[in-house]
């Protein structure tokens, strides 16, 4: 079990600035510091092994510490509502339950957990039930019918606290043949809920340790109070009226189509009890209403009047500072770490913690001096959509899918562990649905050096951040002094920040941007920068950043792509700014147009290597291959003992790789396990695998630009996991140094 973990308050700090790191102990009240250079994070033996350099800092010794946990869970919290039951009132909402056989899933609740008080209105093994406690006794009418899973309801509560008489309404929206889905009962309840002045919840309900629970799987649509005790058929009245000139009887109607991308939940009603929702529920989501008629919830945002909760949303672990750090001035930009430990963590890997961050040149608005003239860009957007991966230790097929047994260590089975720390873009929530939305305000267990993934491949089995340290140890080797920038730095600066740099090196695995990324990386190619593209399956996935919260962006899965699960049919348009979500192939921008190559082929066992193309002999590509004259490239590598493997790029004009792109080399000899993505076919063809389709394969690949610019791709993920084999000394450092060479040369490239 791991027993120490943590995260930053941002993953980008820049000189000047402080940034504050978040530490949970599982044991004990102390722990040890220190700020690490991140060099080399891989530990296999067959390569340069861990290297790190120790950066003297005031953060330097122990610290006091302590247990920390996560509030998951959605909810909306209303602070200022009146005390309901001081007189007759009814609940009505539309609800579609997702899990309805758990228990204790509050709908609304307005309740003192600590006196047990209030009342609370709940689905509940299935059935819509109400609760009464008066600090004494409690009572609980039950509607005696199980609602079905993903089928929307009418609820209708009625109470009266002075008679203690309660109606329950559960009406489904569709019929089914055989299926006895419709409650309706009356009773009279043993106690009435005291009238209190405290936060009303919805989806939640407050817990006697401070915490919420009691979380509402599924969504809510239309939620509304309504003075006195009303009949369950006012309902669809209701929906339909003018909440302040025809429906004198509300206390508050929340409409969910209204400030779409918001943190904040709008009464329409005459009371504005304005409602706040916490730890980020899905909007934007298909309503009860929904008819297919519009599939874009911004041109009839009626249609898109839900939410859907999770009890394992997360979106702040709101854990308290146990350490912070301002940046000196003359830290050079780069790739970093907090490194923590308790107890003797040189015998016991489950007592240390690697908590990354990085450092970017000065802002904008800052005196920037002379900067390098490289720029390393790193996918902090791939690293936050696989954060905490955990699904697959359960996951039926994977070990068929990677060729191999699986191997877990203390972290996976952490993260398996704690749902709490909330999934990966590649989970699905409990309820089956999808995780749309990642942050970077909790713990991100595999985004660190020394962790192994299982999505790694043979050999040392590194995905992401870590594979990506394969780039900063040649760098360091080679001596090239970079800046560098993360994916948000790239969002929230657009081209202003990019604009002054020659080259950009690439991760190994830049998958996900937003609009504002992709348009500032296509201005900043078009005007003359020379791109190094050092991985694959780049520029696949459009996502859109949280307008006001940071650190936080949405994806939807639509259509099409390598997914682990979908958006629903109509939820394909992003929350978060109105944008059609999915592939960047489907909205006519696929990676090929940035990259010059695009996606063709995944697959997680063995690595291959390169055979050398014609167009390596054009006098075009000379200064590529200057001391290399061998037809093999990358027949060995960390990553699957290739340079060729994992996911793989090739040329495809038709997608938007510029005719004049020279193919160098191309893999070949891919395992069965290489297969084909789903977006190269209609109909699925017999010959999927490397072994057998000659499609599978990576293209190197070089282009000039019209601006006097260039690119260089490599189309492998795995090229970087090659790069320090012989001690450097090999043909895929030398090609990658001599490309960086004249890429630094400012000699513009020909364009004729």
Known sequence: ???????????????????????????????????????????????????????????????????QRIDAGSYMIVENAPALAAKPFTFFAMIWPTLPERSRQTLIAQWDPQGQRGFRIEVDDGQLIVVFGDGAHGARLSSGKRMLARQWYSVAVAIDPESRSVTLDQVPVGHYAQVDDRGHVEAVLEIAPPALATPLFLAGCPQADGTVGGHFDGKIDAPMLCEGVRAADLHRALLEADPVTNAPELIARWDFCQEMSGTTAIDVGPSKLHGDLKQLPTRAMKGWNWTGEEHNWQRKPEHYGAIHFHHDDVYDAGWETSVSLTIPADLPSGPYALHVSCGESDRDATRESYIAFFVRPPRLSKPRGRRPDVALLVPTCSYLAYANHAEHITARGAELQMGRLLQFGHIDLYMYEHPELGGSLYDRHRDGSGVAYTSRLRPNL?????????????????????????????????????????????HADGFDLIRDYRVILTGTHPEYHSTEMWDAMKAWIDRGGRLMYLGANGWYWRIAFHPTLPGVFELRRSEDGIRTWESEPGEYYHGFNGEYGGLWRRIGRAPNVIGGVGFIAQGFDLSSYYRRAPDADSPRAAFIFEGVKDEIIGDFGLIGGGAAGIELDCLNTALGSPPNMLRLASSENHTPMIMLVNEEFGVVPPNLGGDLNPRVKADLAFGETPAGGAIFATGSIAWCGSLSHNHYDNNVSRITSNVLRRFLDPKPFATR
């Open 1 to 67: 079990m791991l027993k120490i973990l943590g995260y930053p308050d941002r993953y980008s700090v820049a000189p000047g600035e402080e940034i504050a790191f978040k530490v949970s102990l599982e044991e004990g009240d102390a722990f040890d510091a220190r700020i690490l250079r991140v060099i080399h994070g891989d530990a296999n033996p067959a390569g340069p092994g861990l290297k790190f350099r120790h950066i003297a800092s005031a953060v330097d010794g122990r610290h006091p510490g302590k247990r």
């Open 446 to 490: 595999n985004c660190a050096p020394a962790y192994h993934s299982w999505l790694g491949g043979h050999g040392s089995a590194l995905y992401q951040y870590n594979a990506d340290t394969h780039l900063f140890d040649w760098l360091e080797h080679q001596g090239v002094t970079y800046d560098l920038i993360t994916d948000e730095d790239l």
